[in-house]
């Protein structure tokens, strides 16, 4: 499963993020970008000690200081299920395929059938 498939379907939910440092985040995912960089809204923030705590109204954090996440164990199945679908869903596809080019016969390079105006069919005598 890909961590950023899982943070988006997140987005809106309430996440657990501890940070390097120790430090814990609880709130909700506004937003992520590729660099897995959250944007948290209504965050309570737990100190390494665990014996401080601070109300945010939004926290930024980037992605090169998450140590871990937690995320509910719904969106952890929905994104399980729905990477299922589209790997049966790739399998299944017995359309044209890259390179295929869908029965193009004997119409490609090199290979003139009787139709063609190659050298010595022109027209008049010669």
Same mark, same amino acid.
């Given at each position: ?32 970008? /590729?660099?897995?960089?959250? /944007? ?5 923030? /737990? ?14 954090? =980037? ?19 729905q990477q299922q679908t589209q790997s049966l869903n790739r399998g299944r596809s017995g359309g ?8 193009? +016969?004997?119409?490609? =390079?090199?290979? =003139? ?8 069919? +022109?027209?008049?005598?010669?």
């Amino acid at each position: 499963m890909l961590p950023l498939a899982l943070l988006n379907a997140a987005q809106g939910q309430a996440i657990l993020v501890e940070l390097k440092n120790g430090e814990t985040l609880n709130g909700h995912l506004i937003n992520c970008d /590729t660099w897995m960089n959250l /944007t948290l809204k209504e965050v309570v923030n /737990t100190s390494p000690e665990g014996d401080k705590f601070w109300r945010c109204p939004e926290v930024y954090v =980037r992605g090169n200081n998450i140590k871990y996440l937690r995320v509910p164990d719904e969106i952890v199945d929905l994104v399980k299920d729905q990477q299922q679908t589209q790997s049966l869903n790739r399998g299944r596809s017995g359309g044209v395929h890259r390179g295929d080019h869908g029965g193009r +016969g004997d119409r490609g =390079r090199g290979a =003139r059938g009787g139709g063609g105006r190659g050298r010595g069919r +022109g027209r008049g005598g010669g």
